[in-house]
């Protein structure tokens, strides 16, 4: 049981057990189905638990160039970066770092291309498949119009290593060309939308399997949410290995830190119109943006049916800075504190300091059940990014 009365308000805290769990499945997964899993940094990036993660997992992926440092930095062990553009700059300072680069573009690898063979390092291309598994808007990278991944109908086969010489120019350290796919087309979804993509990627990118020697099927694979089917994702790998002998690699966010962090908030004061409203310490706006894009209602612990029935929001000027509805079994009363679930993806990435409000403490909770502060912020952290 966690003892949340003695933190900071806001504050972050991230479970260390909580993780654990999710890493001993997610290790479990890439025992049984021979596949290489990564943490995709753009989800959660505290890298003070660096250290536990890369106990089970094989490396990370990085949206850009800051998260491929951090992952230099802390991670040490594989370094994948996949960006929709890669300055020049960008790129130098990435090369030395990573060890698989995946371009957006055929554009962008001839303009790289150069470069990137001299490097010996490996280099993949995003593909789309346009098959959307989801209704999730904004995060459907195969909408019609997407901006992620080269089509069936723009691909260029003859960019890859040719087949005669893969095994020998990987064993000389020589790439001659793209050696790689890529395809991130999932946001939450189990494992029966992977195999309908993974169908359609065989029908339109077949041709070049006997060409590359990995393949990264993306994120958004909610391997440690509830209900999860497990056995058919490795079901699914195993008899794509088998098949075309290529290393797969998984690059999940969310399931390595899903339901191991909550938020800690507290009601500054209560308002009445046409309902009542408790105003918190906490913002959706400013600590869960996620709220308000997705949208959703994050869970709250001790939540109950009851009468008394409050809008939470935050603090901020913003109308809309509303994290939801919820019912009480009592009244609210300022200085209550409110306890927010799941809050450990896309919250400390995502945050930020609009109107001024502080960043929310970050805490740890220790596999060994002590509770660590992290890092505290102030003034000094807002004036700094002006």
Known sequence: MIDFSNLPSPCYLIDEGLIESNLQTLRRVADASGCKI?????????????????????????????????????????????????????????????????????????????????????????????????????????????????????????????????????????????????????????????????????EKFSACFNQISWINMGGGHHITSRGYDIDRLIRIIKNFKQKYNIEVYLEPGEAIALNAGFLIATVLDIIENDGNFAILDASAACHMPDVLEMPYRPRIIGEQDGVFAYTLGGPTCLAGDIIGKYTFPAPLKAGDKIIFEDMAIYSMVKNNTFNGINLPTIAKRCTTGEIEIVRRFGYDDFKSRI
Not at 44 to 61: E, H, N, Q, R, W
Not at 65 to 92: G, P, Q
Not at 130 to 137: D, I, K, V
Not at 142 to 168: A, H, I, P, Y
Request: proline share 2%; net charge negative; hydrophobic share 35%.
């Open 38 to 202: 990564l943490l995709a940094q753009k989800a959660f990036s505290m890298y003070s638990v660096y250290p536990l993660i890369a106990k089970y997992l094989d490396g990370t992926t990085a949206s850009g160039l800051h998260e491929a440092m951090l992952s230099h930095e802390y991670f040490c062990k594989e370094n994948h970066v996949f960006s929709a553009a890669y300055t020049d700059e960008e790129f130098d300072a990435i090369l030395p770092i990573c060890n698989h680069i995946v371009f957006n573009s055929f554009s962008q690898w001839d303009k790289f291309k150069d470069r990137a063979l001299k490097s010996g390092k490996n280099f993949g291309i995003r593909i789309n498949p346009e098959l959307s598994t989801q209704s999730g808007g904004i995060y459907d990278p195969c909408s019609k119009g997407s901006r992620l991944g080269v089509t069936r109908k723009n691909f260029r086969f003859n960019e890859f290593t040719e087949s005669d010489v893969l095994v020998q120019s990987f064993a000389s350290g020589i790439n001659t060309g793209l050696n790689g796919i890529h395809f991130h087309t999932l946001c939450q979804q189990n494992s029966d939308a992977l195999e309908a993509t993974l169908n359609a990627v065989e």
